[in-house]
């Protein structure tokens, strides 16, 4: 047994240790205040001697507030410019060497693209007046600022004013270098800011050199060209090398507008903007009267290029296609043959325009966007926009905005798949589904609806209860994704009335799947690329992965017979062909930000947006109203003098009375079910002790003996 002496004198030593310890602590603890408070005294007596009183002591606050101010004003900057310098990641510089000449589906050459950088002329080799023409319209102050005119902004802005229009731009060189570089033409808060910032990282990263020879060389200058040096040789036939001041001014005047002022287009508006040019060298004091008299006198002559316009959108994203497609032959310089037709484009824009300018102030709406498929997966036009050279962003193929009740046809397709049939009753009561109670359109009710009538009258409810009960949103999305729409979709849902954001380009293939008989993978806008030797290096029909089935026959069948409704007793009867059967659904978002028609008939697909770039509201409309007309207009000319086909799984193209006695019958159907419903919701009126109380008082009358009517002096008279 170990002594208690020898514990104790074990531990003697460890608790000397600890109590040192705390000793220690204890007094480096004191130590370090009393030098912290010796510190803090003489600090308090250094600075009592710039210590100010009176007006000074004003100043100094001032001062500190200000000082505040900016470094939070730094921070909130700095926030700020942190997406914008994320445009700048990558080799931005790059501007490729593929070179792909376009043709129609006829051999027809509609237009070039990709930049070849043996094709720059250095602005030292410009000639003076081109230099100095582009500068006194575009930017005079371009070597006196950093980026960012505040003066020139400033004046264009007082211009504006005073004329109560916008007359003027107050965006430098740089600043729309920047967003031709690395932004689109989206006329939003948060673009003119990235805007700013990269044209400041621009200034601090390039020479005034290199930022006006990025800006000459990657402008859009009208007729599908690109850069100052492919425009002189289109409109001139020479190099810009060559060009006179009349036709430098030319040049110059095409900045602001190039497709308005183009002068293959309109020559008259072309020369009366070179003259405006002329006007601006002379204020700038860039040249004298004199100087520009000969141009005025003498206004440039252009090469004979006819009217048609370029298919500026079709070729950026004919180009895209491309560029994927050569990426693996190796070759870079191409003869494209494309699936584009001219008159189908041509039709297209015109049923855009047309009903822009009938109703676009009515609805407050001011673009739109279209894609025209053919049966056969061919991609016949593209609408990205109203005026290429107002913005360059192609809103059919890049544009992500929210389908509305467009994308129901996904959710009937799975539904379909699952076991549906049109005339499955479902209740288009009221739902809700967690904390999201969708309403009807209009805040409308419904009772139990067949499904050919809840997409047709595009009831919000039936969808819902589809997903929520039956489906989940898991199959819906994996359907859509199989029909081909390739924008990210939402896992939740409320993607089943259409809240994903999803692309004209996308509508349109996940729809023509109906109209190709339940197959995906056709889609296509390039049938062959040959080399400029005549090899080719790539064919659709061969090297193309073949179509493969993403809805059964009965399935698809099903979905066509209730699209197929729509236009006849459903949302979208201002679609409706005169004489041939087509199908479709419309859309509209909240807030009426977006409103859409995606149709089909045997023989084209087509999907239309409509809305404003800013996401503004529109006026109340729905898809049933404008996108269906300017639909309507485009279908009508597109089906003239050719063979008709019927629409999978309905018998013939022409409209019948078995189209419309199906929706008759489905009308009749809801109607009566509703009247049932009706009935069966009715409250009673009376308690059942009445109505039985009631009914034996009338059993009573009914057997009661008849009483004889009294004798009167002229009964008994008679008598």
């Known amino acids: 047994m170990a002594s208690p002496l020898k514990t104790r004198r074990r531990r003697g030593p460890i608790a000397a ?18 030098k912290a408070r010796r510190f803090w005294e003489a600090a308090t007596i250094f600075f009592r001697r710039f210590r100010v009183s009176g007006w000074r002591r004003g100043i100094i606050e001032l001062l500190s507030e200000g000082f505040t101010l900016g470094a939070g004003g730094i921070v909130v900057m700095l926030a700020l410019a942190l997406p914008a310098f994320q445009e700048t990641a990558g080799d931005w510089r790059a501007q490729g060497d593929f070179a792909i000449t376009f043709l129609d589906r006829y051999g027809n050459e509609i237009g070039q693209r990709g930049i070849i950088q043996r094709d720059s002329v250095p602005v030292d080799e410009m000639p003076d007046q081109v230099i100095k023409a582009v500068l006194a319209t575009e930017d005079r102050r371009f070597f006196d600022h950093y980026g960012i005119d505040a003066l020139g902004l400033s004046r264009a802005i007082f211009a504006n004013v005073r004329a109560n229009s916008v007359v003027q731009g107050g965006s430098s060189i740089t600043q729309q270098l ?18 700013a910032f990269l044209a400041l990282w621009l200034e601090a990263n390039l020479s005034k050199k290199e930022i006006l020879q990025l800006y000459l060389d990657r402008v859009y200058m009208g007729g599908g060209t690109f850069g100052i040096e492919a425009a002189a040789d289109f409109y001139f036939g020479k190099s810009v090398k060559d060009v006179n001041l009349a036709e430098a001014a030319m040049l110059a005047g095409l900045f602001k507008a190039p497709t308005k002022y183009a002068p293959h287009i309109n020559l008259p508006a072309a020369r009366a903007r070179a003259n405006v040019v002329l006007s601006n060298l002379v204020e700038g004091g860039f040249m004298s009267e004199g100087q520009v008299l000969q141009a005025r006198l003498h206004p440039a002559e252009i090469v004979d290029r006819g009217e048609q316009k370029s298919p500026d959108y079709y070729l950026d994203w004919a180009f895209e296609e491309v560029k994927k497609i050569a990426a693996k032959s190796g070759q870079h310089s191409l003869v494209a043959h ?39 997966g061919a991609v016949r036009a593209i609408v990205g926009g109203r005026d290429y050279g107002a913005s360059q962003f192609n809103r059919a193929t890049k544009a992500l905005r929210q389908s509305g009740s467009s994308f129901k046809p996904y959710v009937y397709a799975t539904a379909m798949e699952h076991g ?15 904390a999201w109670s969708p309403h009807n359109y209009n805040d409308g009710r419904a009772g139990k609806v067949t499904l050919i009538t809840a997409m047709a009258k595009s009831v919000n409810t039936v969808p819902v209860r589809l997903a929520k009960n039956h489906l989940g949103i898991k199959p819906i999305k994996a359907m859509a994704e199989a029909m081909g729409v390739e924008s990210p979709l939402e896992s939740h849902k409320t993607m089943v009335l259409g809240t994903s954001g999803m692309t004209v380009m996308d509508q349109a293939t996940g729809f023509s799947v109906f109209a190709q008989n339940g197959f995906v993978g056709s889609r296509h806008g390039v049938t062959q690329l040959v080399t400029r030797t005549g090899e080719v290096v790539y064919d659709f029909a061969k090297d193309a992965p073949p179509p493969r089935r993403v809805l059964s026959e009965q399935a698809l069948k099903s979905m066509n017979t209730m699209l197929a409704a729509v236009p006849v007793m459903g949302t979208a009867r201002r679609a409706a062909l005169p004489n041939i059967v087509s199908a479709g659904k419309t859309g509209t978002t909240q807030s009426y930000r977006d409103a859409w028609y995606v149709g089909f008939t045997g023989n084209y697909t087509a999907a239309v947006w409509l809305g404003n770039d800013d996401f503004t509201p529109t006026n109340n409309m729905t898809g049933g109203s404008l996108p269906a007309m300017v639909w309507q207009r485009l279908m009508v000319y597109a089906h003239q003098n050719i063979d008709l086909k019927p629409i999978p799984g309905l018998d013939h193209p022409f409209v019948d009375e078995e189209i419309a006695a199906k929706a008759e019958e489905a009308e009749k159907k809801n109607a009566e079910q509703a009247a049932a419903d009706t009935a069966a919701e009715r409250p009673p009126v009376l308690s059942s002790q009445t109505t039985r109380a009631l009914r034996d008082i009338t059993r009573l009358f009914q057997s009661a003996p008849v009483l004889q009517a009294p004798a009167t002096p002229e009964t008994l008279s008679a008598l």
């Open 17 to 34: 240790r600890l109590l040192a310890a705390d000793a220690w602590f204890d007094s480096s603890l004191y130590e370090t205040g009393f």
């Open 178 to 195: 920047a967003k031709n570089l690395f932004l689109t033409n989206e006329r939003t808060l948060e673009r003119k800011v990235k805007e």
């Open 338 to 376: 494309t699936t584009f037709d001219a008159n189908i484009q041509k039709a297209a824009e015109e049923s855009m325009e047309f009903h822009l300018r009938q109703f676009g102030k009515e609805y407050n709406v001011t673009e739109g966007a279209m894609v025209v498929i053919e049966t056969n």
């Open 420 to 434: 549906f049939t049109p005339d499955s009753v479902v209740s288009g009561a009221p739902i809700s589904w967690g």
